[in-house]
């Protein structure tokens, strides 16, 4: 890790260790207090300026022309100055009158049902039949079929060992997730047919392979993250779903990535619950649990949009609005 170079340096490293000992991700420590470091070093920021509100202002206008980037920095710039109140360096937190940003409202990409199995379809006709590529091809296709059938995160099928595979209870154990949870998730029928197939072939032809990874990549390494990118990326332009990322107001629409498959599970299968006549409401806490949420009131965020159409409509909508201004 490089060492703070600001004048702020002692302090940042302080703060820093004192969230470690806290329990906190190093990678969630780091980059934003890093880029606070670069950014007083190269614009020579004093200690006393950066005690000062006017500052601090000046900070919140130009550190980065995403306004929830911003946000985060300032988020991370209040907590250092609250760090500090309490080993009484300093008097007061300078932020405390000092507002966030107003936020980009950010509205994921979603696949239908029908365009998740048109997906899907692709992929698996790029997967090459000899030998040398089948395997590895295949673990690519099911990687991006555990995104969409299960709600994934992309690294999550990716660091699964063969271990992590109950094939007698039909599941995967998922260890140190995005905020350091494991789960143990039930797979669709769909997802274990696949699999147990894959892990047929993969028998037959690699005996003996050694790799600890359940969708083994080259070398005894997993798959790579950017492997399954580029083939979701092609297969999104096949089907004619590619669109860019696009900002209307205060409004982002994502386009589609491979986590746009994630949300599309969640919105989904909150459709078809609501379809049995049960109130989505109600499925939260246990979809939650699924997904690996930490609150469940995250994973009611997904209620705000019901479904392709209903996004294609608001895209529609909020471009009128802004044409009519």
């Not at 905020?179 to 696949?194: G, H, M, Q, S, Y």
């Not at 590619?242 to 994630?262: A, C, D, E, W, Y």
């Not at 997904?291 to 895209?315: P, S, W």
Request: aromatic share 10%; charged share 20%; glycine share 4%.
């Amino acid at each position: 890790m490089r060492p703070f170079e600001s004048v702020m340096a002692n302090y940042l490293a302080d703060y820093a260790a004192y969230r470690e000992q806290r329990g906190y991700a190093h990678k969630a420590i780091y980059p934003p207090l890093i880029a606070l470091d670069r950014y007083l070093k190269t614009h020579h920021v004093s200690w006393e300026q950066m005690q000062r509100p006017a500052f601090l202002l000046h900070l919140r206008a130009t550190i980065s022309p995403h306004p929830n980037t911003t946000n985060r920095m300032l988020s991370h710039v209040r907590g250092l100055f609250d760090y500090l109140v309490r080993r009484q360096i300093v008097a007061t937190n300078p932020l405390n009158d000092i507002p966030p940003v107003p936020e980009r409202y950010f509205v994921p990409f979603v696949f239908s049902p029908d365009q998740t199995d048109q997906l899907l379809q692709r992929i698996c006709k790029t997967i090459k039949r000899d030998p040398a590529n089948f395997i590895f091809d295949q673990g690519v296709y099911l990687a991006v079929l555990m995104l969409a059938r299960c709600g994934m995160r992309i690294n999550e099928p990716l660091r699964l060992c063969r271990h992590h595979y109950r094939a007698d209870e039909d599941s995967v154990y998922i260890e140190r997730t995005k905020f350091r949870k494991d789960r143990l998730i039930p797979l669709p029928k769909a997802v274990i047919t696949e699999l147990d197939n894959f892990l047929a072939a993969h028998n037959a032809c690699c005996p003996g392979d050694q790799n600890p990874y359940l969708l083994a990549g080259r070398n005894g390494q997993p798959l790579k993250a950017q492997r399954v990118r580029t083939v979701f990326h092609g297969a999104v332009e096949a089907i004619g779903l590619k669109q860019p990322k696009r900002i209307m107001g205060n409004m982002t629409f994502g386009s589609p990535v491979p986590h746009s498959l994630r949300h599309s599970f969640a919105i989904n299968t909150l459709n078809r619950i609501k379809a049995r006549g049960i109130l989505p409401q109600q499925a939260l806490p246990v979809l939650s649990a699924y997904m690996g949420h930490r609150k469940y009131q995250y994973t009611a965020a997904y209620l705000k949009v019901k479904d392709a159409d209903d996004l294609a409509g608001l895209i529609d909508f909020t471009k009128s609005q802004l044409d009519v201004v």
